[in-house]
């Protein structure tokens, strides 16, 4: 069974920098598509950015192109989030999420894509 752990989240002023990690377990996770999304209080979970297995495809949100950027280590079965020019309306907790499937990209920004996901971590960003 795969388990996924985020960290790195916090409380930041705006314009400030923050880096999420996901550290996986149970199975290597290096063929498979991963994912960041993002739930504010109130609002529909959202996708924010996804990593092919090799890293050489990413995608983002309209909302966090430019300003965030996905990674991922295979070596430490770990995807990281750089998140930089940070504003309030990035507080949310964030979740990172992986497709079972292997060598496989099909909606990536679909949560129903994902078959496993972390507990989140809290990124706040005050004004």
């Known amino acids: 069974q795969v388990q996924l752990v985020e960290s790195g989240g916090g409380l930041v002023q705006a314009g400030g920098s923050l880096r999420l990690s996901c550290a996986a377990s149970?199975?290597?996770?290096?063929?498979?598509?991963l994912g960041w999304f993002r739930q504010a209080p109130g609002k529909e979970r959202e996708f924010v950015a996804a990593i092919s297995w090799s890293g050489g495809r990413t995608y983002y949100s309209a909302s966090v192109n430019g300003r965030f950027t996905i990674s991922r280590d295979n070596a430490k079965n770990t995807v990281y989030l750089q998140m930089n020019s940070l504003k309030p309306e990035d507080t949310a907790v964030y979740y990172c999420?992986?497709?079972?499937?292997?060598?496989?990209?099909?909606?990536?920004?679909?949560?129903?894509?994902?078959?496993?996901w972390g507990q989140g971590t809290q990124v706040t960003v005050s004004s």
């Open positions: 999420a992986a497709d079972d499937r292997t060598y496989y990209i099909g909606a990536y920004d679909r949560k129903g894509e994902y078959d496993y």
């Open positions: 149970g199975r290597t996770l290096s063929r498979n598509l």
